[in-house]
């Protein structure tokens, strides 16, 4: 009697865990664990974003920043924001940079830009008709930058000629930059006996011109543009921007995008002589720099983090004809992106109007802003090459951030 009374009780007891695992199996399928695994371990919020990050069952607190905090400074402050499942159990912390508002003055207009290199760039070798013949030039590499001339600072091609004229014959000392790296290097100068001077035999340029389209413009005036860099086609490198000048363009036209064959914005400059900002920055987020008026557009719209980015409707405000306007696009991926990249979004144009004049994403078009929900979510980047009304889309906060 004694066993059976045992049996009975281990029979309860097992009878009583397997309930409690397919409750706590039922409470588990109710919450959205792989989308809060995606999300980011750093991110940076606005205080209203909270607002849309929720998600079913899952409660956020915020620690480090109180409700009361309505006098944040547009300085961020360091928090730490956990979800919890059910109010309860912690299943997610994320290291967070809390801003009380980011607002930017929304872009989608065209932007010519001419930037001058820190340095001349070697963009390739070549031959110096000497008295002994075709002579090759000094062993500098593709993609080499020229600071220095005899420790004299080389910014155009213009400063290596006049140093090459006061030079003459004599070995010269080069301080160069390759891939990343500072060293110094020693050339004899070569002198060419039909353009009767001496040259190093190097092909060589100092600036690079490129049309884009701007994505924001901070009320200080500071801009972002592009959402990626400025490629030099001769070294297929980023061009190493030191200082530039922003120009008003306009698009003049366009040659439709096919699959295989991207298509393009066509643009002129607006009063060459007369600049409306600076290009200081050229990286893989963008082209930045500075307005000396920010009134192109007076759309002023709230940055949203890019963990309330969801797939769904969208929209992009884009110039491809004499005006600026707004079409619908659809986001058709959004990452949350654990480390900062500039592929985060997949967007699709579904705008009739936008498919008929440019078959989908232009090259020119990088740089038009992505809207959701009212705000400023990122900025087109890439075009797909076999799909044309695709293409890619960075998160606003790494242009910001960048």
């Given at each position: 009697m004694l066993m059976m009374g045992g049996k009975k009780?281990?029979?309860?007891?097992?009878?009583?865990?397997?309930?409690?695992?397919?409750?706590?199996?039922?409470?588990?399928?109710?919450?959205?664990?792989?989308?809060?695994?995606?999300?980011?371990?750093?991110?940076?919020?606005?205080?209203?974003?909270?607002?849309?990050?929720?998600?079913?069952?899952?409660?956020?607190?915020?620690?480090?920043?109180?409700?009361?905090?309505?006098?944040?400074?547009?300085?961020?402050?360091?928090?730490?924001?956990?979800?919890?499942?059910?109010?309860?159990?912690?299943?997610?912390?994320?290291?967070?940079?809390?801003?009380?508002?980011?607002?930017?003055?929304?872009?989608?207009?065209?932007?010519?830009?001419?930037?001058?290199?820190?340095?001349?760039?070697?963009?390739?070798?070549g031959q110096v008709a000497s008295e002994q013949g075709d002579l090759d030039g000094i062993e500098l590499k593709k993609g080499d930058i020229i600071k220095k001339i005899n420790g004299e600072t080389v910014l155009h091609i213009s400063d290596i000629a006049k140093i090459l004229k006061q030079n003459g014959d004599k070995k010269m000392l080069l301080t160069i930059v390759r891939e990343g790296q500072s060293m110094d290097v020693t050339a004899n100068p070569l002198f060419d006996t039909v353009a009767q001077e001496y040259k190093l035999g190097v092909w060589v340029k100092d600036?690079?011109?490129?049309?884009?389209?701007?994505?924001?413009?901070?009320?200080?005036?500071?801009?972002?543009?592009?959402?990626?860099?400025?490629?030099?086609?001769?070294?297929?490198?980023?061009?190493?921007?030191?200082?530039?000048?922003?120009?008003?363009?306009?698009?003049?036209?366009?040659?439709?995008?096919?699959?295989?064959?991207?298509?393009?914005?066509?643009?002129?400059?607006?009063?060459?002589?007369?600049?409306?900002?600076?290009?200081?920055?050229?990286?893989?987020?963008?082209?930045?720099?500075?307005?000396?008026?920010?009134?192109?557009?007076p759309t002023v719209m709230d940055v949203a983090s890019r963990l309330s980015v969801k797939p769904g409707k969208a929209s992009i405000l884009s110039t491809v004809d004499d005006q600026m306007k707004e079409y619908q696009v659809q986001i058709v991926k959004a990452s949350k992106q654990k480390q900062q990249d500039d592929k985060g979004m997949v967007v699709k144009i579904t705008d009739k109007e936008l498919l008929e004049k440019t078959g989908g994403i232009l090259?020119?078009?990088?740089?038009?802003?992505?809207?959701?929900?009212?705000?400023?979510?990122?900025?087109?980047?890439?075009?797909?090459?076999n799909d044309p009304t695709k293409g890619y889309g960075m998160y606003l906060d790494f242009m910001l951030d960048n």
């Open positions: 009780f281990a029979n309860r007891i097992l009878l009583g865990l397997c309930m409690l695992f397919v409750c706590i199996g039922f409470f588990v399928v109710q919450l959205p664990l792989e989308q809060i695994y995606d999300l980011p371990s750093c991110a940076s919020v606005s205080y209203g974003d909270l607002e849309t990050l929720k998600y079913k069952n899952i409660s956020i607190d915020l620690e480090g920043v109180t409700d009361t905090q309505n006098t944040l400074s547009d300085a961020p402050i360091n928090a730490t924001m956990t979800l919890k499942a059910f109010g309860i159990f912690p299943i997610k912390r994320i290291k967070t940079k809390v801003y009380k508002k980011r607002i930017v003055f929304a872009g989608g207009y065209p932007l010519g830009m001419v930037m001058g290199s820190n340095g001349v760039l070697v963009i390739g070798g600036k690079i011109a490129g049309l884009g389209t701007v994505s924001y413009v901070k009320p200080t005036g500071r801009y972002g543009a592009l959402g990626h860099s400025i490629i030099d086609s001769d070294t297929n490198m980023i061009f190493p921007c030191f200082v530039g000048k922003a120009y008003d363009a306009k698009i003049v036209g366009c040659e439709k995008g096919l699959v295989g064959k991207p298509g393009a914005l066509k643009g002129v400059f607006n009063g060459v002589d007369k600049p409306i900002g600076t290009v200081e920055k050229n990286n893989k987020f963008g082209v930045f720099g500075s307005f000396d008026k920010c009134d192109r557009n090259q020119g078009m990088s740089g038009s802003p992505i809207l959701q929900d009212g705000k400023i979510v990122g900025a087109l980047t890439h075009v797909f090459v």
